[in-house]
RNA sequence: GCCCGGAUGGCGGAACUGGUAGACGCGCCGGACUCAAAAUCCGGUGGUGGUGACACCGUGUGGGUUCGAUUCCCUCUCCGGGCACCA
């Protein structure tokens, strides 16, 4: 055995094994339990960041595992290639998107596969690929003729200068990114997913998924946001105009103390006043214009003004005033909202910088109202008052007699809204999905024909920043009308990449059908029995993938309508971010690697200076590390320095890993240390030849307590990866076993005996983590079976056994002494031997003992 | 602003179901080896007081429940993720 750990020839070594045995490449075996377990497919952005080597770990060691423990495992990857950045690449380099990606591509499977992750390659999928979008086009077409994809107006930011669509990324304040000119909303025809139509079904279904965090459930029950309440109708006769203003609320039991309404600027009855009025027309513009991100607008100054006209209360007849409110959204219920100062915050404040009346209708015992402040108290429920006919009513008893009420004067009734919206998809951007539809003059919008699928996306356009290249593509736009035949032109848009991301994991099971979308094989390996991934893909991705799944299941395709069993939510690695903001033009931002951070020695500030030009940098804050804010930390030094084992328990040791990591290579030469070590203590074991077999029945305390120690460590090391997804905890305790082997004196027969067990469960333990470096150490050992096909071993219930324990005794909670006792002892000598002690003897001195609990096997505390 | 998380030594973290706070590792300090350095090995390392055995304090803030709280409840602060066109 060589005696120096050298990481490239062993990893090279163990990868080519792998390799030439096929071991990762797997076939569907319905005699044996199969484990599916699925990593998000990485966006290729150019390299490999910290965040993919943590995700992919992750899934890497839990398929290794589940593999040694007998099951048929699949771990597939693939590209989720077309997106916005390509395009960015593209304007910057003059390269078409599509030779960007797949240079990326080639770039990144060459560092993926140098990590020596379990992955079955067979099966690599990339979404830019015809034959993968193909199957995108033909599920939408199906999708519009079941007409769960639609038609409507959409708004989108427009940049007026390079007449352009921008993403929500590409606003910053207000203003284009590239041009610095300020953004338009525009509305345009889009074709959306009626998302809306599963709400309940999707919001139901959370509850039985045990496999999932407790978390993500609840943000995604949050974000469909079921709310119960009531619809009422506010008439209106407004000269021209007459009708009924709808508003929804939660809150019916406060409809007496209601002041005033306020609409959306797009409300018909807002824009009826603004003909009139052109200070009202003004505004209206003013909040046309202004942000269209929920955050910016939740956090803007809560505007408003008079529209002169007045709705009719329902039920008391009194005049309402009208106003239009720069925070009421017309996307959500019907563009207008009932006003109840005293028992709402945001009219509270309304109605305070406006000067109009609060009226309290709801009384909780025990409180006192003050008109002066807010209180949160006063959102609570609580008993009517000042309502008429509904004094003393509690809220529920409120709600069904106001519903009541003005169901009869059919002005209201009972509804259930969702704070989900449907999905919008297109995208008037080229590198993306085709949407599958042709223009004719005659037969107007028309689907493409499933014969004529896939529509192709050309793959030698350059964008410039003014607008979709497609529109100037002859080639692409000139077809003809699958209806009449006659000239047509084809749709420009693409959709939006998340349609992409929804259903690969599916496609997994047969990537190489030509013929169908999905096959007999998704039986078998379907659903994901383990998917992991980032935390920031809780809401967005995942629910779009669980609506995927319910559209597939209906057509037949699927019998199952969750896709992922269990998922794991890896924690985000977070860097600092530097960057330079110029008078004009675009955001710089720079690499931390390229950026040193001086301490100035008096003031004890911290200034960031780039080494490039010695000047100044802004830091940005800790945040995510993505290829837009230039953060990521390329794992390819790691790898090249110490090798991949060492990038992969660094990263699984650093932190347990559902936790945010802030990135820091302090520590690395410790796991490099750790692994040297492991091969030193095999390299000395092996050197005076091989162990004799194991004679359990005739060992001494000194043999005993180490085979207890490493059986301990089997058994933590198997929970810790198979339930609790510890990683860290897992090695520590390894490291622990090995530190007990290092200090071991080696010397008798049996004690070497002794020491190959502990040897040969320290690496099969850690061969899910670090898999090359104990493939070879396994070898060394003796064996003379692959490491990779070994099945995990199971734990020595007897060597586990102990005569004595340690308990703690505590005196008022506080610790005092640690005793001995047999393993045996019941409560009262466990007792007896606490009083006896005399330190604790000491502090109970003269009182007088109170109450003593024991807890078994653990403490005792004596309480005075 | 709203929804979801998080905060423990100089640093990353451990303490799994309310029961020994600081496992394991990094860093640092001391020592061995060396002409020297690196590598390696041995010992120490939360703070304060004490020669010492020990004692007191200590898990972001303030409060509560309990024999006992890093763990449960309430309040606040700060940090991260998401907010529908980044993926």
């Known amino acids: 055995m060589q005696e120096r750990y050298e990481p490239s020839a062993v990893e090279a070594d163990a990868q080519h094994y792998w390799d030439e045995q096929r071991c990762f490449e797997a076939t569907e075996d319905p005699a044996r339990d199969k484990y599916y377990c699925l990593s998000m497919f990485p966006y290729p952005s150019g390299r490999l960041h910290m965040g993919h080597v943590r995700n992919y770990t992750i899934g890497d060691v839990l398929s290794r595992f589940m593999r040694m423990n007998g099951k048929n495992v699949l771990q597939p990857m693939g590209w989720d290639a077309f997106g916005l950045p390509a395009e960015n690449a593209a304007m910057a380099n003059g390269v078409p998107p599509a030779k960007w990606t797949f240079d990326n591509i080639a770039h990144m499977k060459t560092q993926l596969k140098s990590l020596g992750f379990a992955l079955d390659w067979s099966r690599e999928l990339t979404t830019c690929d015809p034959k993968y979008y193909r199957w ?116 019916p039991d406060t409809i007496m103390g209601v002041t005033f309404c306020a609409v959306a600027a797009e409300h018909p009855l807002a824009a009826h006043a603004a003909r009139a009025n052109p200070a009202l027309a003004a505004f209206i513009e ?29 039920i008391t007849q009194d005049a309402v005033p009208v106003w239009v409110g720069n925070y009421v959204l017309m996307s959500y219920g019907e563009g207008a909202v009932m006003g109840v100062p005293a028992h709402d915050e945001r009219d509270f404040e309304f109605a305070k910088k406006y000067h109009l009346p609060i009226s309290p209708v709801i009384e ?28 003393g009513l509690e809220f529920d008893a409120a709600l069904d007699a106001i519903a009541a009420d003005l169901g009869k004067l059919g002005l209201g009734e009972k509804q259930t809204t969702w704070r989900l919206r449907d999905w919008g998809i297109s995208r008037q951007r080229y590198w993306g999905c085709p949407i599958p539809v042709v223009h004719c003059a005659s037969c107007g919008t028309v689907p493409v024909r499933d014969a004529d699928l896939p529509v192709l996306l050309p793959d030698d356009l350059v964008p410039d920043g003014s607008g979709n290249p497609l529109l100037k593509d002859e080639k692409f736009l000139v077809t003809s009308c699958p209806g009449c035949g006659g000239a047509a032109r084809r749709e420009t848009d693409t959709m939006d990449t998340f349609v992409d991301s929804s259903w690969y994991f599916l496609r997994f099971a047969c990537s190489d059908n030509g013929q169908a979308m999905l096959d007999e094989r998704v039986r078998y390996w379907l659903p994901v029995d383990q998917y992991i991934g980032g935390i920031e893909h809780a809401i967005l991705h995942l629910l779009y993938a669980r609506f995927w799944t319910r559209v597939v299941n209906e057509l037949g395709a699927v019998g199952f309508r969750e896709p992922f069993a269990n998922l794991f939510t890896q924690g985000m690695v977070l860097n600092e971010v530097f960057f330079r ?3 004009a033009g675009r955001i710089e931002y720079f690499n931390p690697a390229d950026v040193e951070i001086r301490v100035d ?5 911290r200034v960031a200076v780039l080494r490039a030009d010695g000047t100044e ?66 390299h000395e074991h092996v ?21 207890r120690q490493a059986h301990q460590t089997l058994a933590k090391v198997t929970d810790d990866i198979g339930r609790r997804r510890t990683f860290n905890t897992a090695i520590a305790s390894v490291m622990e076993l090995l530190n007990s082997v290092a200090k071991y004196p080696q010397s008798s027969a049996p004690d070497r005996s002794v020491i190959q067990e502990a040897l040969d469960i320290a690496v099969l333990a850690l061969s899910p983590i670090v898999p090359h470096v104990t493939h070879a150490l396994w070898r060394e050992l003796g064996h003379t079976t692959a490491l990779i096909d070994e099945p995990w071993m199971s734990v020595d219930a007897a060597a586990l056994q102990t005569s004595t324990i340690e308990l703690v005794v505590q005196v008022n909670g506080k610790l005092r002494a640690r005793i001995c006792v047999a393993a045996d002892a019941d409560d009262g000598a466990a007792r007896e031997a606490a009083l006896a002690d005399p330190n604790v003897r000491k502090f109970v001195g003269a009182a007088a003992v109170r109450k003593v609990i024991v807890v078994p096997g653990k403490l005792v505390n004596v309480v005075v």
Request: aromatic residues 10%; hydrophobic residues 35%.
């Open 136 to 251: 995108n086009q033909w599920l939408f077409l199906r999708m519009l003729e079941k007409g769960i994809a639609y038609q409507k107006t959409g708004v989108v930011n427009w940049d007026p200068v390079d007449k352009t669509v921008l993403a929500n990324e590409q606003v910053i304040d207000g203003r284009g990114w590239r041009t610095g000119a300020l953004v338009e909303k525009r509305e345009i025809p889009m074709y959306y997913l009626k998302i809306t139509a599963y709400a309940e079904d999707l919001l139901r279904a959370l509850d039985g998924m045990q496999g999932w965090p407790e978390r993500v459930r609840t943000m995604q029950a949050n974000w469909i946001g079921k709310s119960q309440g009531v619809r009422i109708g506010f008439p209106y006769d407004a000269g021209s105009l007459k009708g009924v203003m709808h508003a929804f609320t939660t809150r």
């Open 364 to 391: 909780v015992p025990g409180r006192a109202y003050s008109l002066d402040a807010w209180a949160p108290w006063y959102a609570d429920h609580g008993r009517c008052i000042n309502s008429g006919p509904y004094d």
């Open 581 to 583: 903001k110029p008078d």
């Open 687 to 707: 050197a005076s030849g091989p162990a004799d077999p194991l004679d359990k029945g005739s060992l001494n305390d000194a043999q005993r307590a180490l085979r």
């Open 617 to 682: 940098v802004e830091s940005g804050g800790v945040v995510t590390m993505s290829k837009s804010k230039n953060n990521g930390v390329d794992p390819q030094a790691l790898v090249d320095e110490f090798g991949a084992d060492t990038a992969r328990l660094f990263t699984m040791f650093a932190a347990p890993p559902e936790q945010t990591l802030e990135w820091s290579d302090e520590g690395v030469q410790g796991a490099y240390r750790f692994i040297k070590r492991l091969w030193k203590a095999v």
């Open 286 to 314: 003013e909040c046309k214009r202004g942000p269209a991100i929920e955050a910016e607008l939740a956090t803007q100054e809560k505007k408003g003004m008079p529209t002169g006209l007045a709705v009719r209360h329902p």
């Open 601 to 605: 020695k008096d003031t004890a500030q």
